[in-house]
């Protein structure tokens, strides 16, 4: 913080652009979802349940890419960004999907899914970086499938936190014949979870959610399937918490806060170890 004339200012840190998927299916007790719950050691939410996702790979934006579904310009207008800033998103919601629990929202020429378990070694490659996706795509003939994501919500980073994401929501349902995992070294567990038992146990003090997954879960537990949720129409507005000085979470205010904080009872994140 700096000091000024008219008090301290918080000078907030850089954004990073970021893309987060809440990938569904269908139970007999309703919608579960795909949560993880991230490793102490992790620089930024360590120790709480997320969603899959992380930031953007700039190499992604005006690579060419074998696309089926909604351009890119579609998706910069809905979430209000320019196309090449999108392609890149929505590179990144599929690339983090795969890489975080093995999901590959592609497919080949002939339109099936691509077997993960065959392409291990590219999964590794895109994790250490050393791979773009967009070069992925084109060296394993792989289109990849925007038709399958769906515009959900998009969150920014309060201003007092030191690492900030300005994060897009995608929803995807779990593509028939694939399997989600649990093979990465972000999380310490990950599996499918009812989306109100997930909002139940949150409350009960079992795990943590950050906001903006609370959020989620609480959208989608609303809903009885997955093809009502995906057919459900959502208009997408930018949520930047409101913040009070020195008040830590307690101070964040955005939609929800108060039935959020009401749930939350005297429970405080998990320490972040680095």
Same mark, same amino acid.
């Given at each position: 913080m700096t000091s000024t004339d008219q008090g301290p200012e %918080?000078? @907030? #840190?850089? *954004?990073r652009d970021a893309a987060t998927v809440v990938l569904v299916r269908d139970s007999a007790d309703g919608i579960e979802v795909f949560l993880q719950r991230r490793v102490k050691q992790m620089a930024f939410a360590g120790g709480m349940t997320v969603f899959p996702g992380g930031g953007v790979d700039k190499r992604d934006a005006g690579a060419h890419v074998a696309w089926t579904g909604p351009d890119a310009a579609w998706w910069a207008s809905q979430f209000n960004t320019d196309a090449e800033l999108a392609q #890149? &998103?929505? +590179? #990144?919601a599929v690339r983090e999907t795969f890489e975080e +629990?093995? %999901?590959l929202l592609a497919t080949t020429a002939d339109g099936s899914f691509a077997d993960p378990g065959a392409l291990a070694d590219d999964r590794?490659? &895109?994790v250490e970086k050393s791979l773009s996706f967009a070069e992925?795509?084109?060296a394993r003939g792989l289109t990849l499938r925007a038709d399958?994501? @769906?515009p959900l919500a998009h969150w920014i980073t309060p201003v007092n936190e030191k690492r900030r994401y300005d994060t897009r929501f995608f929803l995807a349902a779990m593509p028939e014949g694939q399997k989600a995992d649990a093979e990465t070294t972000e999380a310490e567990v990950a599996r499918w979870v009812n989306a109100r038992l997930a909002i139940d146990t949150w409350a009960?003090?079992?795990h943590f959610l950050m906001p903006p997954t609370w959020a989620q879960l609480h959208y989608v537990s609303g809903f009885a399937s997955v093809e009502e949720l995906l057919a459900a129409e959502r208009s997408i507005?930018? *949520?930047l918490p409101n913040t009070t000085p020195g008040a830590g979470l307690a101070g964040l205010g955005f939609p929800g806060s108060d039935e959020y904080f009401r749930t939350l009872g005297d429970q405080t994140p998990p320490e972040i170890t680095l």
């Amino acid at each position: 913080m700096t000091s000024t004339d008219q008090g301290p200012e %918080v000078v @907030s #840190a850089p *954004i990073r652009d970021a893309a987060t998927v809440v990938l569904v299916r269908d139970s007999a007790d309703g919608i579960e979802v795909f949560l993880q719950r991230r490793v102490k050691q992790m620089a930024f939410a360590g120790g709480m349940t997320v969603f899959p996702g992380g930031g953007v790979d700039k190499r992604d934006a005006g690579a060419h890419v074998a696309w089926t579904g909604p351009d890119a310009a579609w998706w910069a207008s809905q979430f209000n960004t320019d196309a090449e800033l999108a392609q #890149a &998103l929505v +590179c #990144a919601a599929v690339r983090e999907t795969f890489e975080e +629990c093995g %999901v590959l929202l592609a497919t080949t020429a002939d339109g099936s899914f691509a077997d993960p378990g065959a392409l291990a070694d590219d999964r590794q490659r &895109l994790v250490e970086k050393s791979l773009s996706f967009a070069e992925f795509l084109t060296a394993r003939g792989l289109t990849l499938r925007a038709d399958l994501l @769906s515009p959900l919500a998009h969150w920014i980073t309060p201003v007092n936190e030191k690492r900030r994401y300005d994060t897009r929501f995608f929803l995807a349902a779990m593509p028939e014949g694939q399997k989600a995992d649990a093979e990465t070294t972000e999380a310490e567990v990950a599996r499918w979870v009812n989306a109100r038992l997930a909002i139940d146990t949150w409350a009960d003090g079992k795990h943590f959610l950050m906001p903006p997954t609370w959020a989620q879960l609480h959208y989608v537990s609303g809903f009885a399937s997955v093809e009502e949720l995906l057919a459900a129409e959502r208009s997408i507005e930018c *949520i930047l918490p409101n913040t009070t000085p020195g008040a830590g979470l307690a101070g964040l205010g955005f939609p929800g806060s108060d039935e959020y904080f009401r749930t939350l009872g005297d429970q405080t994140p998990p320490e972040i170890t680095l």
